[in-house]
């Protein structure tokens, strides 16, 4: 299937394509309200301030899907905690910034600190336990953690069940006024992540994390010590998850515990799969289709919503079996196989 | 005996330190609270296991991940109040139910039926859906003209609340009459058969592995015959029926309540497996999208049908009486007054609750197990957990195995969910919270073990009770003056952290086999 | 000579990978047929494509002189096959006698059957109530034929029979398929050489998915040079 291309653009025409659509979006859907690209340019209000936090809210899901499809998707990890891993970034951002005060490069370096560890712990069950008793372990650490920052006796910290409140948004990336800025920092962080995955995922690491998908055994057997290969899947996702963490921190006026809970990890899952598993692309696509669709659901039909979301979801595992890009990916396989088939049959 | 020992050394030392650990917990308390909460921890502990165990049995043999369990644990407790509180809506739904399925019984015939039609082949294509389509206009069409009695969320005189309450009281309202809208019975019944009959046939030509065999046909015309009958039969005796089900002893209507609830899951949860489940044998990642978003349509319908309030369940008589005789003091001054309560120890136990939930517990458990351990069935079934190509190989129709385990399954979740409603309530969240401590119940037990879902569920339950009671009067730490009083959080929690524990330690569960 | 088996140019895929490129199998009503092959060769793939488990997407199996590729597989199988799987696949959860019976296709196959199969096997008679696990790999493959002769079978196919177990063992295995084969078919797949050789009148050679040479087996063991070139050393 791989072919040698002279052009890197040929190659990837559609991504850059849509890359470029992405970018000019705002300004675009300024123009549908006659306010100009300067103006959107310059953030005043409107629908295309609307449209970009809409965006945002879809780079963030994306970022958090895309962490989910490395190691639920290329390494055939099912973990039923992976929410934790996002709301460790979004709390440790919060409460950083608000009950400490620490400059922002100082937050970063200290989620990537806590996703190493909180990588770590996870990988501390790796070895013991394997398929749905991991997702189910995974699933009591997620939980312990929902239930920490929900107790009272931290409430001072992370507001309880009501949610981290206040937090302190460095001016210069702040929401409320410099959200074009603030569109554009998360594209680049997914965009940048994204290659990354790429990249990962055609290397010999990232080849060896799918052969553990596969067949662990066999990946055992030929001389791969497949537990370090696990743990480093698990801590790239566990960064990105909570690099989508930080972002969604700074964007959001409130960081619900709801983030850490299991139905947070089922979107997760739910993005994945409408996309495409092990596709990498189809978090992409999957995050776009998931938010939209509940956005526009929620605002059109209102509070039966889910009901249709429901429906969309068995009728997307039945039509759509093997999610968007993976559907995609089969089809155009198929049709490929398939004029081959018939030029073979002229030639003879 | 010794290698029994030396092979299960580890579950046999995790057993026994969660003994001792328990017996440490149980030296603060006072033999009354002691028993009050086990027999609570029991009672809790039941109701998860008949959700557990079913969800074992599916997830044994099927493979699949049935994670719209909870929901269905929650409709049969919705289904059990209606049939209960309200019998006269179930008996106007008789009719058309039987109507509507009486077309699927001739799913063998249709097959002799399409090979007579002579169609292009875009015809061919089109004509399923052609007829689905037809089906479901008519159906749209007919069903809200046909007279069902029901309830109002709008108005709270004629909520669900309302009639819940007033059956408690023991009134039962005499139900609105309502008439057919715009359309004579007759054409309300045909349509409906009509509805039945060609939905069915679109939905027979899509699958193509239908058999063909005379004995079969036979037996299709007779069970279509019959359910016709059936629903000819309640809809001519409407009245009589509805008026001998609200003149009917409430302990008698509740236990054909359960027996609804328990059936209508069974044949729910077969209709499942046979149109959605099926398909995707082959992609099981997918299977979790599809019982997830099913999932999310079970709770919209309860939500858009029964209203999002929560009510309470009526007990049936035997256990709500609170006459001068009243708390009973043994069983006899209990049968005498049906008191709802029970001294025990000098602690008041509730009857419904913390006796008759467990002693059903117990009882189903022994049913299935029997069903498991010594009929064809059950050995079919364990060996389809092991090997289901080797079963296949032998000859023998796993498919209908699935089919039958699904239903059974299920049944044993809205058996579950009715029964568990008189003591948790309805409400819209039910489902979901019972499904995590089923989930973590089997994961303690072990994901696949029958006993393993019955000893998780068991423990799942007697630890919630135990520290729901500790929030109460504080666990003094052995040694030291200290008393520690878990924060109602703290209750998920240690089961949670239980679970962690042991998958560590077992990573089979307690009971589970090794792969 | 009557054929009770005819695969003709199957093709089999496993998930993506096409397993089976084109296999022709002829199989003599009442004779023994053994598969050979190296490792990976798709003859375990072929015993399952017969059946249905691996569905072949092309080719046609013909059984008894009806098609029956594309059927499922358990009615294919109640046409009168019994299969003996590669690790024979005891049922671990069931005793020795569930087992058994569970191979019933009607009612009160076992107990017809039941003096037969001791004859063959007594040493599974006092075996009987013990749970699948705790027999050895002798006996498990014992119990595993057994399991094929319950219902009226009149085509066996054998996967790798002596794999595994000690020479006398596979002494007691050969001379139990010599006797089944004059009621029934068997179609053997063998690493073993020289068992293959000693029981098959007729064989198959598969080769990466494909049978490249069949005849009387008589034939092949003559003929050192193909022995050496399809099977490795000999």
Redesign the interface.
């Known amino acids: 299937m791989q072919k040698k291309s002279s052009s890197f653009f040929r190659n990837h025409r559609a991504s850059f394509i849509l890359l470029v659509a992405v970018v000019l979006l705002p300004f675009i859907v300024g123009l549908f309200e006659g306010a100009s690209p300067a103006a959107v340019w310059a953030n005043q209000g409107g629908i295309s301030k609307f449209a970009e936090g809409l965006g945002i809210e879809i780079f963030i899901l994306a970022l958090y899907a895309l962490s989910y499809d490395l190691i639920f998707g290329v390494t055939g990890l099912l973990s039923f905690g992976h929410a934790m891993f996002f709301a460790v970034g979004a709390y440790l951002t919060g409460i950083a910034l608000k009950t400490f005060a620490l400059p922002l490069s100082a937050v970063i370096g200290l989620v990537f600190l806590a996703s190493i560890v909180q990588a770590l712990l996870f990988g501390l069950v790796l070895p013991r336990v394997k398929g749905i008793t991991f997702a189910l372990v995974t699933l009591g650490m997620a939980s312990v953690f929902h239930i920490i920052i929900m107790s009272s006796e931290l409430g001072s910290y992370t507001g309880a069940d009501v949610g981290l409140q206040g937090v302190i948004v460095p001016s210069f990336i702040n929401p409320a006024n410099e959200r074009l800025r603030f569109y554009f920092v998360a594209l680049v962080v997914l965009v940048l992540i994204y290659l990354l995955y790429q990249r990962f995922v055609n290397s010999p690491t990232g080849r060896v994390c799918v052969a553990i998908r596969e067949n662990e055994g066999r990946a055992k057997m030929l001389g791969y010590n497949t537990f370090a290969f696990k743990l480093a899947a698990l801590m790239l996702s566990s960064f990105t998850a909570a690099s989508a963490g930080i972002l969604h921190a700074l964007y959001q006026p409130i960081v619900s515990p709801n983030v850490a809970d299991l139905s947070f990890t089922v979107t997760a899952l739910l993005i994945v799969l409408i996309g495409g598993v092990g596709t990498l692309s189809g978090a992409l696509i999957g995050a776009a289709i998931y938010r939209l669709l509940d956005f526009g659901l929620r605002r059109y039909i209102g509070e039966n919503a889910s009901f249709i979301t429901g429906a969309i979801y068995v009728a997307f595992v039945l039509f759509i079996p093997y999610g968007i890009v993976g559907t995609w990916r089969a089809k155009s396989f198929r049709i490929a196989e398939g004029w081959r088939r018939l030029l073979a049959a002229f030639k003879t | 005996m010794s290698t029994f020992f030396r092979k299960n050394l580890l579950p046999l030392a995790t057993l026994i330190v969660i003994i001792i650990f328990f017996l440490a917990a149980a030296q603060g308390m006072n033999s009354q609270d002691f028993v009050i909460t086990l027999l609570r921890g029991l009672s809790v502990g039941a109701v998860t296991f008949l959700v557990a165990s079913g969800f074992s049995l599916i997830f044994g043999l099927l493979d699949v991940?049935n994670l719209a369990h909870g929901t269905l644990f929650m409709i049969g407790a919705y289904i059990g109040w209606t049939v209960f509180v309200r019998p006269d809506t179930f008996v106007d739904l008789l009719t058309p139910l039987a109507l509507a399925l009486s077309g699927f019984t001739l799913r063998d015939v249709y097959p002799l039926l399409s090979d007579r039609i002579r169609l292009s082949l875009s015809m061919k294509r089109i004509l399923p859906w052609a007829l689905i389509l037809v089906s479901a206009l008519l159906f749209i069409l007919v069903l809200p003209r046909y007279p069902i009695a029901g309830w109002n969320l709008d108005n709270y005189a004629q909520s669900p609340v309302t009639y819940s309450y007033m059956a408690d009281q023991g009134t039962r309202l005499p139900p609105p009459t309502v008439a057919f809208d715009q359309i004579s019975p007759a054409l309300a019944i045909g349509g409906l058969l009509l509805v039945s009959l060609l939905g069915s046939f679109g939905l027979s030509l899509f699958d193509q592995?239908a058999r063909r065999s005379p004995q079969l046909t036979w037996r299709s015309y007779a069970s279509f015959v019959i359910l016709l009958f059936i629903g000819l039969i309640t809809f001519i005796f409407n009245d009589a029926l509805t008026n001998f089900l609200l003149g009917l002893n409430a302990n008698w209507l509740f236990f054909i309540a359960v027996i609804v609830a328990t059936l209508s899951g069974a044949g729910l949860g077969a209709l499942m497996e046979m149109t959605?489940i099926r398909?995707?044998y082959s992609?099981p990642?997918?299977?979790?999208?599809?019982t997830?978003?099913?999932?999310?349509?079970g709770?919209?319908?309860v939500?858009?049908v029964w209203g999002r309030p929560e009510f309470i369940m009526p007990k049936p008589t035997l256990f709500n009486g609170s006459g001068a005789s009243c708390p009973a003091t043994n069983f006899s001054s209990w049968w005498q007054g049906n008191c709802s309560t029970i001294l025990l120890l000098g602690g008041r136990v509730r009857v419904y609750n913390e006796i008759l939930i467990p002693i059903i517990g117990v009882l189903v458990l022994i049913a299935v197990w029997i069903l498991l351990q010594r009929t064809?069935l059950g050995?079919?079934i364990?060996?389809g957990?092991?090997?289901r190509?080797?079963?296949?190989?032998?000859?023998?129709?796993?498919?209908r195995a699935f089919t039958i385990v699904f239903a059974l399954g299920v049944g044993l979740a809205t058996l579950g969910g009715a029964l568990a409603a008189p003591s948790m309530g309805l409400s819209n969240a039910m489902g979901e919270s019972l499904l995590?401590d089923a989930?973590?119940a089997l994961?303690i037990g072990g994901?696949t073990s029958y006993p393993g879902a019955a000893l998780g569920s068991l423990l799942v339950g007697l630890i919630q009770q135990f520290m729901i009671q500790y929030g109460q009067i504080g666990i003094s730490i052995p040694f030291t003056s200290l008393v520690l009083k878990p924060?109602p959080?703290?209750v998920?929690?240690s089961t949670?952290?239980l679970?962690?524990i042991i998958?560590?330690i077992l990573?089979?569960?307690l009971l589970g086999?090794k792969e | 000579m009557q054929t009770i088996l005819d695969v003709q140019g199957i093709h089999t895929f496993i998930g993506q990978y096409h397993i089976l490129q084109g296999v022709d199998v002829r199989v003599p009503a009442g004779s023994i047929t053994a598969l050979l092959g190296r490792n990976g060769a798709g003859k375990t793939t072929t015993l399952k494509s017969i059946l249905g488990l691996t569905p072949p997407r092309q080719g046609k199996v013909i059984l008894d002189g009806r098609e029956v590729q594309g059927m499922r597989s358990f009615d294919i199988a109640a046409m009168g096959i019994g299969f003996v799987p590669e690790h024979r696949a005891i049922f671990r959860d069931l005793s020795v006698e569930e087992n058994l019976k569970l191979a019933e296709r009607a009612k009160g196959d076992y107990v017809r059957k039941r003096d037969f199969i001791f004859d063959l096997f007594p040493d599974l008679k006092r075996l009987i109530a013990l749970p699948g696990t705790s027999l050895s790999g002798g006996q498990q493959q014992m119990l595993a034929i057994a399991r094929a002769l319950v219902a009226d079978n009149n085509l066996l196919l054998i996967d790798e029979p002596s794999e595994g177990l000690a020479p006398v063992i596979i002494e007691h295995m050969m001379s139990v398929i010599r006797q089944l084969s004059a009621q029934s078919t068997v179609v053997l797949v063998e690493q073993n050489f020289l068992v293959a050789s000693k029981l098959a009148e007729y064989y198959v050679i598969i080769e990466e998915g494909r049978s490249v040479r069949s005849g009387m087996m008589k034939d092949l063991v003559s003929d050192k040079a193909a022995i050496h070139r399809y099977l490795g050393a000999a």
């Open positions: 991940l592995s959605l398909p995707l992609r990642i997918y299977q979790l999208m599809l997830i978003g099913l999932s999310a349509i709770v919209q319908i939500q858009a064809r050995m079919i364990r060996a957990v092991q090997d190509e080797m079963v296949e190989a032998l000859g023998i129709n796993v498919r995590l989930l973590i994961a994901l924060t959080p703290i998920p929690a949670v952290l679970m962690v998958l560590l990573p089979n569960g086999k």
